[in-house]
């Protein structure tokens, strides 16, 4: 095959096998031979990667995929001590110092670019929930060859036994603990490559040197076991996912950005899970208890991440006791927050949402900082699909609905199907709301439970909804323990056994 070294304006690329997609000018002045151009089935967009990009992500899957093969000479013991001496570090003042200031710098520059830094910021409570994690992982009894199954016959008998999958690649934004919690993965002998977002990547750069690293060497551990990306530019993003040599590509982050990055994986034939979109539904009952619908919604919304409540629908005939209960609850979120609170209201339930809060201006604080707004504004039933992004601010829709089966019918159609929330005294009505909800997490009380640490005691890589399908054999939390394949071993007693 000849190599791509040149573009010209007008250039017409096919994707998909049924579109064509054209070479603006900018990019045709851009490329040049050594980068790569990858067509994008499912977004229609070219992406240009830079050769400088491909260098630094081929460097880091290149390490990886050596310390993958040099794991298999290391013992479990090893491993558990890697994790060990990662949160010793973390928990060390001195050692944590670099990482706390390489932080402080992250936060600054991202505010002064008015981008959200609510994930940012890696406090006491984010550093001891990493130092957890890493802990966990360290008392795991699992192995990386473990029996998960044995099927005994006359003669012979075969063995199930768990193995390391591979290389995996992980692509996140501004999240300083999933650094710690996606090295879960090498407790089941897999190496792993990071590509963190601009925004963090000063942050994960001091871990590396202060904290991973030296545990790596501690350990006896290879130094490919884990990679950073050291570049901040998406095309490294795009060029990791495009890496065959990846056996997993795991992303999380802003919903737009992980679809295209999967859709870079799945045109490369790499296997991937995506953790994206998220935004939580709370569904009053006809037997909804006031009180628990209140603390439900309050709890829900302590701070904005993927489990965050995004929208409460309650049934018509309870819209006048329950609606002043669900603000309530939003109010009591703002307070906790020391902030005020933003409302969306679907057109056609304005009426049971008091006129004051149509008329009052609050201020409302943004990524960019702090607004004017409308208490309460009427929206589409449309805009039900969308996601708020607040920072301090707490922000949520409301829809008043004529049934239990509607809100559901709503939530199927409208939500990214991931968490949902049934508040009922009613266990048939419970049930019911459990058998025709589409969503993989499905409660009775407040949203923010979901969290594989939280909920599992086991640290998560990433929640994944159900809005681009369901998973085969794997449950919704993707863990480090759930990053393996499956061997078979036989092991035949009867010599002159045959079929």
């Given at each position: ?15 998909g096998g049924d579109h064509v997609l ?20 499912d977004t229609q967009r070219l992406l ?269 005939a309870r819209a006048p006791e329950l ?177």
């Open positions: 095959m000849t190599p791509l070294t040149t573009l010209h304006a007008g250039q017409q690329i096919v994707v054209t070479v603006d000018a900018e990019l045709a002045a851009a490329f040049e031979a050594g980068d790569a151009l990858i067509a994008v089935a240009h990667i830079p050769a400088a990009q491909r260098a630094i992500v081929d460097r880091a899957v290149t390490s990886a995929t050596s310390g993958f093969v040099d794991l298999a000479e290391v013992d479990d013991q090893q491993i558990t001590e890697f994790f060990d001496r990662f949160a010793g570090r973390l928990g060390d003042a001195a050692a944590f110092a670099h990482i706390a200031s390489a932080n402080e710098h992250d936060v600054a520059q991202a505010a002064a670019k008015g981008r959200s830094t609510t994930r940012l910021v890696l406090d006491d409570r984010m550093r001891d929930g990493m130092i957890t994690g890493l802990e966990v992982w360290r008392d795991a009894p699992l192995g990386r060859d473990d029996a998960i199954a044995r099927h005994d016959h006359d003669g012979w008998t075969v063995q199930a036994r768990r193995a390391p999958l591979g290389v995996v690649g992980f692509v996140f934004e501004g999240r300083p603990n999933v650094f710690a919690d996606a090295c879960g993965v090498v407790r089941t002998g897999n190496s792993v490559v990071f590509r963190i977002g601009s925004d963090a990547l000063t942050t994960a750069l001091a871990i590396v040197e202060h904290a991973l690293r030296p545990a790596l060497a501690e350990a006896g551990l290879p130094v490919g076991t884990v990679s950073l990306v050291e570049s901040p530019e998406r095309a490294a993003g795009h060029a990791l996912f495009a890496d065959r040599r990846l056996a997993l590509a795991v992303a999380r982050g802003s919903g737009r950005a992980v679809a295209e990055l999967g859709a870079v994986a799945a045109q490369s034939g790499t296997p991937v899970s995506l953790h994206g979109t998220g935004g939580a539904w709370i569904v009053a009952g006809e037997r909804a208890d006031g009180d628990r619908l209140r603390a439900a919604v309050g709890a829900s919304l302590d701070r904005k991440v993927c489990n965050t409540a995004n929208v409460v629908a309650v049934p018509r609606v002043p209960r669900v603000l309530e609850g939003l109010d009591a979120a703002a307070v906790a927050r020391s902030s005020s609170a933003r409302l969306h209201v679907v057109e056609g339930s304005e009426a049971w949402v008091p006129d004051e809060r149509f008329r009052s201006t609050v201020t409302i604080e943004r990524a960019d900082g702090a607004h004017e707004e409308s208490a309460a504004s009427i929206i589409s039933q449309r805009e039900l699909a969308t996601e708020w992004e607040w920072e301090t601010s707490p922000e949520m829709t409301i829809v008043v609905t004529d049934s239990v089966d509607e809100a559901v019918d709503l939530c199927n159609r409208y939500s990214p199907r991931f968490v949902t929330s049934i508040i009922s005294e009613d266990t048939a009505e419970r049930d019911n709301f459990y058998r025709r909800v589409d969503a993989p997490f499905v409660g009775d009380a407040f949203t923010r439970w979901v969290d594989g640490q939280y909920a599992l005691d086991t640290p998560e890589l990433g929640l994944s909804n159900w809005e681009r399908g369901r998973m085969l054999g794997r449950g919704p939390i993707l863990s480090g323990d759930s990053v393996f394949t499956v061997r078979y071993r036989a092991t035949v007693e009867q010599a002159d056994l045959r079929r």
